[in-house]
């Protein structure tokens, strides 16, 4: 296919389709230096050419050049304002940039065009809420990408899977209501570390931290697996509650932040101790992994307010 779409464009350098279709075909053969620079000779020649632009900003995106990704996709976009491809694919890349919020967005405007991109858009969508702490409507997305996904026979994506499991975190979200108001407790850690997962994605950093706390009570090894990094975990959470951060730390007093700042730090000197042993005699390999653990320490911003300039600041002597 690259050997005739090449002859095409010796007998017609101007034909943009060509480029556009030889493009494709080096996409596929994972050429995507040539891919791009065909992809731009297109859109050279024929500006107005609403696909090349697309797959232009596939292919950037492939490489990660997401701003450029995007800037092809809105070109589409302002050629037809119903292209659901171009909106798809820039929900995509909004969506590796952390706007969730424009993201959502174009996966709406995909739905509303009901495409061939319905289902995928739902599904996306419903992860997007998911991470935004919005368990509820995520579930009702899952459910509705995978009804319209599962029917046909080119659907890949996992979305029974995905609805299960959001109906998990429904469920425990309800459960969680109850065991903060001391209506219900936690059945085993089993079940904290899913309430956990609740207060994490709904940004719950006080509510994390004694769940954390609860759960070392009742199981010490829990917090000393050092893989599973429950304990250094615990301490970010109790870091950003400390620092104010989350939708349930707005009614602590001073007292309060400073018991959260102490639980942090003991947390912290706990792992650092448990890692500090697995280290000795370890293979260098091991070494090294916990190295690059620890000097992550110094640059996650969970622990920011405890250890960036600024933040120390305004803590007392």
Known sequence: A??????????????APAHNNLGLALRENNQLDEAIGEFRQAVKLNPKLMEVHCNLGFALMIQNHLDEAMAEYRKTIDLDLKFAKAHYALGRALGAKDQLDEAI??????????????????????RILRLEGQLSASLDFYKRGHASGSKRKDWRYPSARWVSDAERLVRLEAKLADVLAGKATATDNHERLGLLEVCRLERRHVAAARLYADAFTADSKLADDCKAGHRYNAACSAALAAAGQGTDADKLDDQEHRRLRQQALAWLRAELDALSKRSEGSQPAERKATRQMVQHWQHDADLAGVRDADALQKLSA
């Open 105 to 126: 967005a174009e996966y709406r405007r995909v739905i509303d065009l009901q495409t061939e991109y319905y289902a995928e858009a739902h599904c996306n969508l419903a």
């Open 2 to 15: 690259t050997a005739e779409f090449k002859k095409a464009i010796e007998l017609d350098p101007k034909l």
